[in-house]
């Protein structure tokens, strides 16, 4: 039996087209900031520091805790 | 204004309505030009709205290279896309020249589940075992597929999928057919494999000359 | 709190709801109706679980994967996580949201999972 490669559905290719169109591209302007009627409250400066829990405690000299 | 493209200083001024109804213009720098719209308002981020805005660049990228803008951007007036030009120009050339010629082609891969046969099994080890084995089979399709993707791939992209796999492909138009054959020889070496190919469409997933962490 | 329709979504994701967003591309304020404020919220918050969950998963993985769990811990943190993963879809549906719900565009940023 032979198999080939289906071209995407049209909904699914669809729904990639969209999310690159939406998700991917130039991104003119850097920052973000999020309020609430017209009040700046958060800017958002996301660093995420990703690193495993224990490599952090050792690195800072604490002793892991254990939960109970 | 609502931001279109990026493409050559050369380029023709495009003789297209835009999603608001008006006249695109070309806003030029001496390397580039941002292609524009005055909208009164910034349109509605809606699927039949992004979809409009996919075929005015999608026309756009056929008589000249192209980065699209991620939509919707809009700004404040024709000196801020001033401003932006002036500051991003020699990058967006030299990406623009990077790109030219090639598009975006999107894979799309699924299998079958490595752990379904232990689904059934009751407790925290046998699940944490089933997601390691799931997690494990995606690196491996992810890594797979690339390294065949990128017999015809000048860059392949991971893009963020729920299940299964996802690629974004930057290739000629023509490399098309051979991606298809790549894909097509993955899936037969298994049973329940699936692979499924979208585009070719601008590449949007390439406008940047880093990796993009998740977009 | 109304419960929001499972009906075809538009495909993007904002923070709070899509129709009363206004986007302004240069500082990407993103200013809110008050009346949608708690959907986004929810949004919101089930998100940044969701990330904290799949982030903790790969980390047991890893380790399972390190032999550095020991079996009575593999069993707890499997369990932990599934019990996660069972209340995580639990709220989604209650809050009507499709898994692709819970990602929001952080612009430049890219989107959170």
């Known amino acids: 039996m032979s198999v080939s490669t289906t071209t995407a559905s049209s909904d699914v290719a669809l729904i990639d087209l969209l999310d690159r169109v939406i998700g991917g591209g130039v991104v003119v302007s850097g920052d973000i900031v999020i309020g609430i009627a017209d009040v700046d409250l958060i800017y958002l400066g996301l660093r995420l520091v990703l690193a495993p829990a224990h490599e952090v405690e050792d690195s800072v000299g604490l002793t892991r805790r254990r939960s109970k | 204004m609502l931001l279109y493209a990026v493409v050559p200083a050369e380029a023709e001024a495009p003789a297209l309505a835009g999603v608001c109804g008006r006249e695109l213009e070309a806003v030029r720098d001496s390397e580039v030009a941002l292609v524009a719209e005055e909208c009164e308002r910034a349109p509605e981020a809606s699927r039949p709205m992004a979809l409009r805005y996919y075929k005015i660049v999608d026309h756009l990228s056929r008589s000249a290279t192209a980065l699209p803008v991620r939509f919707p951007t809009v700004v404040g007036d024709r000196d801020e896309i001033v401003q932006e030009l002036a500051r991003r120009a020699p990058r967006w050339r030299r990406r623009l020249d990077e790109l030219d010629g090639l598009a975006e082609l999107v894979l799309r891969a699924s299998w079958p589940d490595p752990a379904a046969a232990d689904a059934g099994q009751p407790g925290g080890s046998a699940y944490?075992?089933?997601?390691?084995?799931?997690?494990?089979?995606?690196?491996?399709?992810?890594?797979?597929?690339?390294?065949?993707?990128?017999?015809?791939?000048?860059?392949?992209?991971?893009?963020?999928?729920?299940?299964?796999?996802?690629?974004?492909?930057?290739?000629?138009?023509t490399a098309e057919s051979e991606l298809r054959r790549l894909l097509d020889e993955w899936q037969q070496e298994d049973a329940g494999r699936e692979a499924t190919l979208a585009g070719p469409w601008p590449p949007f997933s390439f406008v940047d000359q880093q990796e993009a962490a998740a977009s | 709190?109304?419960?929001?329709?499972?009906?075809?979504?538009?495909?993007?994701?904002?923070?709070?709801?899509?129709?009363?967003?206004?986007?302004?591309?240069?500082?990407?304020?993103?200013?809110?109706?008050?009346?949608?404020?708690?959907?986004?919220?929810?949004?919101?918050?089930?998100?940044?679980?969701?990330?904290?969950?799949?982030?903790?998963?790969?980390?047991?993985?890893?380790?399972?994967?390190?032999?550095?769990?020991?079996?009575?811990?593999?069993?707890?943190?499997?369990?932990?996580?599934?019990?996660?993963?069972?209340?995580?879809?639990?709220?989604?549906?209650?809050?009507?949201?499709?898994?692709?719900d819970l990602n929001i565009d952080l612009g430049p940023l890219g989107r959170l999972l």
């Open chain 2, 128 to 173: 944490l075992r089933r997601r390691a084995a799931q997690v494990h089979a995606t690196e491996q399709v992810a890594d797979d597929l690339e390294r065949r993707a990128r017999q015809v791939c000048r860059d392949v992209r991971r893009l963020p999928a729920i299940a299964g796999v996802r690629l974004a492909c930057l290739a000629p138009r």
């Open chain 3, 1 to 100: 709190m109304t419960m929001p329709e499972r009906s075809e979504r538009p495909a993007v994701d904002r923070i709070f709801g899509e129709s009363t967003l206004d986007l302004d591309a240069l500082s990407r304020r993103v200013t809110a109706d008050p009346d949608k404020v708690e959907r986004g919220l929810v949004q919101l918050v089930l998100t940044l679980v969701e990330l904290l969950r799949q982030l903790m998963e790969r980390q047991a993985i890893r380790r399972l994967d390190a032999g550095a769990l020991t079996d009575a811990e593999t069993e707890r943190v499997g369990e932990t996580l599934m019990l996660l993963e069972k209340r995580m879809g639990e709220l989604r549906d209650h809050f009507g949201l499709e898994p692709e």
